[in-house]
């Protein structure tokens, strides 16, 4: 089916970039900041006018989504044509493009006075180009959001976070995550994908749609509001768990007037489990309120599991396990979601203190076939520089 655009969008510009900003440590949990906050929003609220967007584009969906990882600045940059390139030249048919990047920033800018102006990188100069290009080659396109890992907005509203010994808290790797239980954070997030799907996109990806990993860890020594889930019974983990599924169901919500379809990347362990107490994904919830899932699959990403002791040295088996159990979990839901998983087309170095195992043709190839033979005939590749593997055979098995 061929979807063509007429979309009513609101103007509403995000009011909570517009609140005055918290010092480190300061508590923001009073009745008069709640009533000042309350007030500033006001001329915001006046001036908002409603408009109606009508795309030209027109994009239909493929037979299967078979599509490839595309960072902002690839698809602003040189490599863009040449990547269009190498999925016209295949039976790849699709690309996730960042719309919303890992650190927060937006990848294009948004129009002039827009509150998001100054999160905006401007990678992507001319999207309008872009669009038409990947229409022009009938290339699906697909816009990647991530969600609660922003250390952008965290660092603008400290508030929205998560905070330690009153500093913004960051992990390991120096990230910084916003909060789940903020319903701020979740109309901050639909309105960037509002954005995208103004710009054209026929779908928007949510990543990072939980809190950080190892939460369950930490959670109480760090200082965090619980929002509207303050007061409820539940216990830490439940109210983890629906927050993450409220969110979903938000976004899922407040995007059905603009023809999108709506996707959630997850963790494939996820899917093993009830629930990952931590990060606050249920697989089953999630996958409810969602039009398609996307499991991040790769074989170097589980540790011993199915019986597999090198998960990463056997990406056949790997994938054909997963999808087994996947299959059991999708099929018991009334309305279950597509499945697209996330496949891997990189090296994990990190694994091995020897010689790495290589990710080419053979090793990508081994994934899609286990798919395939397990009834999932939609994926997509990641690849974080974008550099994919040559002269694989997208739809190996595909009519075995």
């Keep these: 089916m061929r979807k063509t655009r007429n979309l009513l969008i609101s103007g509403i510009s995000i009011a909570l970039l517009s609140l005055p900003m918290v010092a480190h440590g300061e508590e923001t ?35 299967a989504v078979r599509g490839i990882y595309v960072t902002g600045n690839s698809a602003g940059g040189s490599r863009f044509n040449n990547l269009v390139d190498f999925v016209d030249q295949t039976e790849l048919n699709s690309m996730v493009i960042d719309v919303k990047e890992d650190n927060g ?120 509001s619980l929002g509207d889930y303050k007061d409820s019974e539940m216990d830490d983990v439940q109210k983890r768990v629906q927050a993450v599924t409220d969110f979903v169901e938000y976004a899922r919500n407040e995007l059905s007037n603009y023809d999108v379809d709506v996707s959630v990347d997850i963790f494939g362990y996820a899917a093993t489990i009830e629930e990952a107490p931590g990060i606050g994904q249920n697989f089953s919830k999630i996958s409810e309120n969602v039009d398609i899932i996307s499991s991040m699959i790769y074989p170097s990403h589980w540790t011993s599991y199915f019986g597999i002791e090198k998960p990463d040295t056997e990406p056949y088996k790997l994938v054909d396990e997963y999808a087994k159990v996947e299959n059991k979990v999708l099929g018991a839901l009334e309305e279950p979601p597509v499945s697209r998983p996330w496949l891997q087309d990189f090296e994990a170095p990190w694994l091995y203190s020897g010689a790495t195992k290589q990710y080419g043709k053979a090793e990508v190839e081994a994934q899609i076939k286990a798919l395939y033979e397990n009834g999932i005939n939609e994926f997509l590749l990641w690849n974080a520089g974008n550099t994919y593997s040559e002269n694989v055979d997208y739809t190996i098995g595909l009519d075995e």
């Design 29 to 63: 949990a009073t009745a008069s900041l709640h009533q000042e906050r309350e007030l500033s929003l006001q001329p915001l609220k006046d001036s908002m006018k409603r408009f109606v967007h009508t795309s030209d584009y027109t994009f239909e969906y493929p037979d």
């Design 105 to 224: 920033n937006l990848t294009f800018t948004p129009e002039e006075g827009s509150p998001y102006e100054d999160m905006a990188s401007n990678m992507i100069q001319n999207p309008e180009k872009m669009m038409e290009t990947l229409e022009e080659i009938e290339i699906y396109p697909i816009a990647r959001v991530v969600v609660f890992k922003d250390s952008v907005l965290a660092k603008k509203r400290p508030d929205l976070s998560f905070k330690k010994n009153g500093q913004v808290w960051v992990n390991n790797k120096g990230e910084a995550f916003v909060n789940p239980f903020q319903k701020e954070v979740w109309e901050y997030n639909v309105e960037v994908a509002k954005m995208a799907a103004q710009m054209g996109f026929q779908e928007i990806q949510f990543d990072y749609v939980r809190f950080p990993e190892g939460f369950e860890t930490r959670d109480k020594e760090l200082d965090y």
